[in-house]
């Protein structure tokens, strides 16, 4: 026996004949006797009357009444019908009795010879069992029953019961569903050989059926249930079902068993001679041959009490589930001190999970569970269960320790086998602490969601009170001290209950090896302990988990002079730990600081601008950091790397680089042509025509981009040197003669020359100037006029770059400063007006050309007319003819001119064909407009009898009239007359309102 769940009392005792049939009203007990008699029997203390809902007293009940023949013949079994106040007894046939005088209501006289019957109460329907017949009746209300339906069954009935619309019978040695309707049998399976057939209803409506000494579960039409079986000593004759609890008649005693999986043994009652056993509204009523015995439930706390005690706590958790409502708070009290106590007995019993769920399901504080794990460290500002305090065994040392496979009192074996069983015991050990970190793991998990939430309002609610000025004392908790843990709260937040979780979290998912997991943890929302977990994240370089933590604590300073103390260990070491961190890891770091720390940003991207450069930039870029800030900061750090830099950031987007950026990379790139070439110079071996990388890149930058002053890097140049950036250069202040003169007489280059007009004149005609052909013009004056043009190079430059040029200078009497760039502008117009003069003067010229006279110079140069000849020849699409003939020199040859004018004559004589072709389609297209104009006038209006003036509406008649140019509508002359007349009064009279 397990624990006493049923009391057994006599009630009745001495009964002077023997009882066939037991049955309860109420308080009152119905025993019919074997003469045929109704005995009724009341408490002895309890002399008033009492209803159907009264329960049993657990006293002696002593004889109220005797009702004699109530049967003719003995009964075999009765019921109390409670809903209609009936009472329904089995004899010789089925008779109904009025309640409570026990008048004989109805008999149903075909019942006669029956053996078995069941009610359903819910339809008010009958079913019995007579020989090879089953009948069914209804219950029609105060007239009596009226059949409803008969079937023939193969064999004697033994046991019946309603299931649903069904019926099912035990016939023979076997179950089958009788089909309510239409008659139709399905077998379910066999009884077996030693017992009759039992059939029990479940208050869930399904069905228990006996087979030997097992009770098997069916749902309504016989299919099996999962449930599982209820295995009893012996085959029971009869059952009752009183929730949690079946109770059987056995021959020798009652067993009383549970209804949950695997319903094991709650009781045993030993009674001699028990012939009946019975379901009440308060108990089970046992009769015997001559006495009324009554099983009443013990009080379920008591119970609850008693399984606990005996170690049997699912069985007292079921009990607990069924305390009424009203006792809410004791059911959630027992039902969690019954899981910590389970918890606890799972725990040393080495069933970690089911402990953790059964913790996990008392809502005891996490400080609770954490208590049993002496590795997991926590947060100092926490309260700490002791288990003593809370009622768990002893100190913690029930918990498996490595040292505890040996006992002080053993003899020791030898020392081989000592190693041995020392490997075995800590091999133990190990998988035993893993399994009870997998399950702390688990149950944290599980409580973590609650506690992130709560912790997460409790955030938001201080910064909502401290918007509103309300910040009061939030933190007036710390009230008590904790000698193992410090100065620590009674109720300490939820924010520091979740850090007490998310803290026990990681270590034991580190512990147990699952840094992937634990990774993931500090990556969200977490509350891990910063100075504990960092000290444990150190001592097993979980370098990535320690990254991470930093990052979500706004460390970011630590966090990267960690990686880039990983990432230089990786690259001298080729271990697995370090190997992974690479430089790109930074600038991953990096990028979501820029809005918040761009000074942290370039601080740290310093170090790995040299390596991924181009990944650097693209986050300067993406993170919207100023770029004369980076510059700034490279140009005092790095001023190796500013050069890269800027080229990188042109190369990425043009746009994003200022002009004053433009203009530091430019005299960079000039800063390092300047010292090559110092360095050449000193050797002897400078070369105009040889281009170090960087001299490519600083013609490349003077071509390409804008933003320079070229004047200021004029002034920079050797004088004898670097010929073509500063043709560059004077091309950029639009001083094309200078620039073209580099070209021809310093670099004697004509393709460069020639390259420059093009560029020059394809800018000047996207721009729609005026005379876009005089840049070829200067081009040819350079090469008709070699010494002039030579000797007024230097004048030139130096009156460019002489000092004065850049003071003030005085206006009339009064003295201004000029704005920068004036003289330039000044020079330039100059230079194009003295070009346009040249060419204004030489086309009036009629008797000799511009270059006759510097045919020949003083030292007996000659001009350079072959180039003039091949300019002409290549770019004849793009000169004046005229202007260019009369710059040519008098002697030079028709025949010369022939790859010039030929082209030119046939693109004149081209455009002028079709000009003509042009001329005549347009005087084609204007007759055919006059053709259609004509003809459109030529509308023909027919009018007759019944044509209507649109103005007066009435017919035109015989009069004149007008038409209009849509013509259809037609009115009267006079008509149209006046209404022009009045459109012209009111424009006049608008307009004198207007005036």
């Not at 079902?241 to 009652?269: G, M, W």
């Not at 947060?379 to 320790?401: C, F, M, N, Q, W």
């Not at 009267?972 to 608008?990: E, I, L, P, W, Y």
């Amino acid at each position: 026996m397990v624990h006493s769940a049923y009391d057994c009392v006599e009630l009745v005792a001495d009964c002077p004949s023997k009882i066939d049939a037991v049955e309860s009203y109420g308080s009152k007990l119905l025993a019919a006797c074997s003469d045929g008699s109704l005995r009724i029997y009341s408490p002895q203390s309890h002399s008033q009357p009492s209803d159907h809902h009264s329960p049993l007293h657990q006293e002696p009940y002593a004889l109220e009444k005797t009702l004699a023949g109530f049967a003719r013949r003995p009964l075999i079994s009765m019921e109390v019908l409670h809903s209609r106040e009936l009472l329904l007894s089995l004899s010789e046939s089925i008779a109904f009795h009025r309640l409570p005088s026990f008048e004989t209501f109805a008999v149903i006289t075909k019942a006669k010879g029956a053996n078995a019957f069941d009610w359903d109460d819910r339809r008010g329907f009958l079913c019995f069992a007579r020989q090879k017949r089953v009948c069914i009746f209804r219950h029609d209300g105060g007239r009596g029953f009226v059949e409803v339906k008969e079937f023939g069954v193969p064999d004697v009935v033994k046991s019946m019961c309603w299931c649903g619309e069904n019926i099912c019978l035990g016939i023979r040695r076997e179950y089958v569903i009788l089909n309510a309707t239409n008659g139709a049998l399905s077998e379910v399976f066999t009884s077996g050989r030693l017992a009759p057939p039992l059939v029990v209803s479940l208050p869930s409506g399904e069905l228990l059926l006996g087979k030997e000494n097992i009770g098997v579960f069916v749902d309504q039409n016989g299919k099996l249930l999962p449930e599982g079986r209820i295995c009893w000593s012996e085959a029971p004759t009869e059952v009752v079902i009183q929730k949690p609890y079946a109770a059987a008649l056995l021959p020798r005693f009652v067993e009383i068993r549970s209804l949950r999986d695997p319903y094991p043994l709650i009781q045993t009652v030993v009674l001699r001679n028990v012939r009946h056993i019975r379901h009440s509204n308060n108990s089970v009523i046992l009769a015997l041959d001559n006495s009324i015995h009554g099983l009443f439930p013990v009080p379920l706390g008591a119970q609850i009490v008693q399984l606990t005690a005996s170690g049997n706590f699912e069985e007292a958790l079921s009990l607990c589930k069924l305390l009424p409502p009203e006792d809410a708070s004791l059911r959630a009290a027992k039902e969690g001190s019954i899981h910590i106590r389970y918890a606890h007995y799972l725990f040393e019993n080495g069933s970690y999970e089911e402990a953790m769920e059964h913790f996990l399901a008392s809502q005891v504080d996490i400080t609770y569970v954490l208590s049993l794990y002496p590795s997991i460290i926590l947060p100092k500002t926490t309260i700490v269960h002791e288990p003593e305090k809370l009622d768990i065994y002893g100190d913690a040392s029930y918990l498996p320790r490595g040292s505890s496979g040996l006992s002080d009192d053993m003899e020791y074996p030898s020392t081989s086998h000592m190693l041995e069983s020392d490997e075995h015991v800590a091999l133990e050990s190990k998988k035993t602490s893993h399994n009870m970190l997998m399950a702390l793991i688990k149950y944290l998990q599980k409580k973590r969601n609650s506690f992130i939430e709560k912790a997460t309002a409790e955030g938001t609610e201080e910064v909502v009170l401290d918007a509103v000025g309300n910040n009061f004392a939030s933190y007036n908790r710390f009230k008590k001290t904790n000698k193992g843990r410090g100065s620590i709260p009674i109720s300490s937040g939820a924010r520091e209950m979740a850090s007490i979780l998310d803290t026990a979290l990681l270590q034991a998912l580190l512990l147990t090896g699952q840094s992937s997991a634990a990774l993931e943890l500090l990556r969200g929302l977490n509350y891990c302990d910063l100075k504990i977990c960092e000290e444990i994240l150190q001592k097993g370089n979980h370098h990535a988990a320690l990254l991470e933590l930093y990052k979500f604590n706004s460390l970011h300073r630590e966090a990267l002079e960690l990686l880039h103390k990983l990432v230089e260990e990786s690259k001298s070491s080729q271990s697995e730990i370090t190997h992974r961190f690479k430089p790109e890891d930074i600038v991953e770091y990096l990028k979501p600081l820029c809005g918040t720390d761009p000074i942290l940003v370039l601080e740290f991207s310093m170090l790995v601008l040299e390596n991924c450069p181009t990944q650097t930039i693209e986050l300067f870029l993406s993170g919207n950091i100023p770029a004369d800030m980076v510059n700034s900061y490279l140009k005092q750090h790095s001023p190796n790397m500013q050069a890269r830099y800027l080229e990188l950031m042109l190369a990425m987007n043009e746009n994003a680089i200022s002009g004053n950026l433009q203009s530091e990379m430019v005299n960079i790139y000039l800063s390092e042509v300047l010292d090559w070439y110092t360095d050449l110079c000193a050797q002897q071996k400078w070369d105009e025509k040889v281009y170090s990388p960087t001299r490519k890149k600083l013609l490349s930058a003077l071509e390409s981009i804008s933003g320079y002053n070229p004047e200021t890097l004029l002034k920079r140049f050797p004088p004898d040197a670097l010929y073509e950036e500063r043709a560059i250069l004077l091309g950029k202040m639009n001083l094309h003669e200078l620039a073209l003169s580099l070209y021809v007489h310093k670099l004697n280059v004509p393709e460069m020359a020639l390259s420059y007009c093009d560029r020059v004149y394809e800018s000047m005609h996207q721009t729609s100037v005026k005379y876009p052909n005089n840049i070829y013009l200067t081009l040819m004056q350079i090469y008709l006029n070699p010494r002039r043009t030579t000797a007024s190079f230097e004048d030139k430059i130096i009156n460019l770059l002489s000092p004065q040029n850049t003071t003030t200078r005085k206006v009339g009497s009064a003295t201004s400063v000029k704005p920068k760039g004036t003289r330039v502008t000044k020079k330039i117009a100059s230079i194009e007006g003295a070009e346009d003069t040249k060419v204004s003067s030489s086309s009036t010229d009629s008797s000799r050309s511009d270059g006759d006279g510097d045919e020949f110079s003083e030292d007996g140069s000659t001009i350079m007319l072959d180039k003039v000849l091949d300019l002409l020849g290549r770019r004849w699409d793009r000169i004046n003819g005229a202007h260019a003939l009369k710059l040519l020199p008098r002697e030079t040859k028709l025949q010369d001119l022939l790859s010039f004018l030929g082209p030119l004559v046939r693109k004149s004589s081209e455009m002028q064909r079709n000009c003509s072709v042009i001329k005549s389609l347009r005087q084609s297209e204007n007759l055919q407009v006059k053709d259609e104009l004509y003809s459109q006038r030529k509308a023909a209006v027919k009018i007759s009898s019944e044509s209507m003036c649109s103005l007066c509406h009435k017919k035109i008649g015989t009069s004149v009239f007008a038409i209009y140019p849509n013509g259809s509508t037609l009115v009267h002359f006079v008509c149209f007359r006046d209404s022009q007349n009045m459109k012209a009064v009111a424009k006049g009279s608008q307009m004198r309102r207007r005036l």
